[in-house]
């Protein structure tokens, strides 16, 4: 499943903080069940803020501590945080690092406060404005920051049951379903870069003016002014503000338990495709552009293939190669 996974949990609100790579759940991830985090949530009769908050505070911790070491997660999403006890919704741990990116340190052996990354990566929903115009050609690198971009859409979809950008054509495309739709990816592409979203009353009218504002902090176009992991760990609604006051997201979840299943089997298939050997990758891409099909990969392609795809695009024959999406909508 993962190949790697990392904790962090705060002993008290000003006391120490324990962080490792768990080696023990590594060797025992096949045999003890775990489930990532929405997965668990469905089985739940009860959310609430205050749970979703202590799952933020967890992951906000973990890339805290990634990100002073100059590692970018690039792929945060449900499916890569899983619950560490069947019973309880946190803590929780963060895996999947295979997109993860470290980078060089400065001459004063810190780590860079903002690496620069040229390599788009993660999955479409949860990608951050900034990763979208690397994928498209419009910019040329981006930084640690769009990790905070993803935990702002998970915050936003744990408290509502959605995502807060979607890109839909109207036509029965199969894009929900986790095919690939060109007009679809690219509205999905275009609802981010704008960067707007809604609190629908229907949907939000019960939840904390805290819990917005928190997601009003991750989910700004500028990067620059993103809150990071640390200020998120400050912010009052993670401090333990949020109210014990219960979410729809169970039931929503239930009601969408096919989407549940499917996101479940697109996870299996991105973990066989990273299991692929390079000239099997270079194989498969000469027979898409030869045939004009696009991959059946879930995740953006690796550097190799994304050179190929760039010096395509440099060419004027980007079409040929599309970015397949994962099925979270909800």
């Known amino acids: ?24 759940w590594r060797r025992s991830i096949s045999v003890k069940e775990t489930s990532s985090i929405l997965a668990h949530i469905q089985k739940q009769k009860h959310f609430n803020e205050r749970e979703a908050s202590r799952v933020v505070r967890d992951v906000a911790a973990a890339l805290d501590f990634l990100h002073t070491k100059g590692i970018a997660h690039r792929d945060l999403k449900p499916e890569n945080i899983l619950c560490e006890s069947p019973e309880k919704v946190s803590p929780v741990k963060i895996c999947d690092f295979d997109l993860g990116s470290g980078v060089k340190l400065n001459n004063s052996c810190t780590p860079i406060t903002t690496p620069e990354l040229t390599t788009p990566c993660g999955s479409a929903e949860y990608m951050a404005p900034e990763v979208v115009e690397v994928f498209r050609d419009e910019a040329t690198f981006y930084d640690k920051r769009c990790d905070l971009w993803s935990l702002g859409v998970v915050l936003y979809i744990m408290l ?40 629908p009353d229907k949907d939000w009218a019960h939840i904390s003016s805290e819990a917005k504002d928190l997601i009003s902090k991750l989910l700004v176009r500028d990067a620059k002014q993103r809150l990071s992991a640390a200020q998120v760990l400050q912010h009052p609604w993670v401090q333990g503000q949020a109210p014990e006051r219960g979410l729809p997201t169970p039931r929503i979840l239930q009601r969408n338990s096919s989407t549940m299943d499917l996101t479940l089997f697109a996870a299996e298939a991105i973990a066989l495709n990273r299991q692929l050997s390079q000239h099997e990758e270079d194989e498969l891409a000469e027979e898409s552009l030869a045939e004009g099909l696009c991959s059946v990969r879930l995740s953006p392609p690796c550097k190799s293939r994304l050179a190929r795809r760039r010096a395509l695009a440099q060419a004027g024959r980007s079409d040929d190669l599309e970015l397949c999406p994962t099925p979270t909508t909800l």
Not at 5 to 14: E, I
């Open 1 to 24: 499943m993962a190949k790697s996974m990392l904790s962090k949990s705060s002993k008290n609100k000003q006391g120490t903080v324990g962080v490792g790579y768990s080696e023990r």
């Open 160 to 199: 509502s049951g959605y995502p807060p950008f979607v890109g839909h054509c109207g036509a029965d495309c199969g894009w929900d379903r986790g095919e690939v739709c060109r007009v679809c990816q690219n509205k999905l592409f275009e609802s981010i870069q704008e960067g707007k979203y809604e609190f």
